[in-house]
């Protein structure tokens, strides 16, 4: 099945500063690959996504990047705020019959130090 | 927010016991997940169903069953609790022919003694 692996599991910068995190798969037929937040007591949300046709997308102060040949994708946060801070969760993901067959990355705990 | 709810949000159970969580969808999506979340383990499929009465098995389905007699709820029951069942489960939902997202709901912590 598919591995994700996901790096690193806590990270801690300065308001205003960068976060990367990365992540890696192992199957090529994996198409999409969304990526999560979640907040202290809830559930994940998306907060953006790529398909396996497209190399960056941005969204604001957030952006991913994909490279299909070596089988790794990031998420890159810019300018960070407090609000920022919570848990990431990078994932895998491909259309199984209408069924998303999506695997989930350990999660990376994000701290925005004021 | 996706109209997800799921009962109860916390649970404390002996081992042995049988426990029932509930998902309950507003949102008239034909798939549904649940989902446990462990620390070092990120979010692992249990069940899905993808229509009323037809379910199928995760990568982490021992232990566990689901029922899904109408489309808006998705029951998860653990026969017989023990203590490794002990974690956060989230009820998640999706659309075919969508974008791929998985909606979720804000999740059951059990705890089992």
């Known amino acids: 099945g598919e591995n994700v692996e996901q790096h690193p599991s806590t990270l801690s910068v300065q308001e205003g500063d960068s976060a990367v995190i990365k992540c890696t798969y192992s199957d090529s037929a994996s198409n999409y690959f969304p990526w999560y937040k979640q907040e202290l007591g809830k559930g994940p949300q998306l907060i953006i996504d790529i398909r396996s046709n497209v190399g960056e997308k941005k969204d604001q102060r957030i952006a991913v990047t994909l490279n299909k040949t070596a089988k790794h994708f990031s998420l890159h946060i810019t300018e960070t705020q407090p609000e920022d801070s919570a848990v990431y969760f990078c994932a895998v993901s491909m259309n199984s019959g209408g069924y998303q067959k999506v695997t989930f990355g350990i999660g990376t705990k994000l701290q925005v130090i004021p | ?113």
Not at chain 2, 25 to 52: A, C, F, K
Not at chain 2, 57 to 76: A, H, I, N, Q, W
Request: with cysteine.
């Open chain 2, 1 to 113: 927010d996706a109209g997800i709810t799921q009962s109860p949000r916390h649970k404390v159970t002996e081992t042995g016991t049988p426990v029932t969580l509930r998902c309950h969808q507003t949102e008239n999506h034909r798939y549904m997940y649940w989902y446990r979340q462990d620390p070092g383990h990120g979010l692992r499929l249990i069940h899905y169903s993808y229509g009323v009465k037809d379910t199928d098995k995760g990568e982490v389905s021992d232990g566990y069953s689901v029922s899904r007699s109408k489309t808006e709820d998705f029951l998860l029951t653990l026969e017989s609790a023990t203590s490794s069942q002990t974690s956060v489960y989230f009820c998640a939902i999706s659309e075919p022919g969508g974008t791929g997202e998985l909606f979720f709901g804000e999740g059951s912590r059990l705890t089992v003694l």
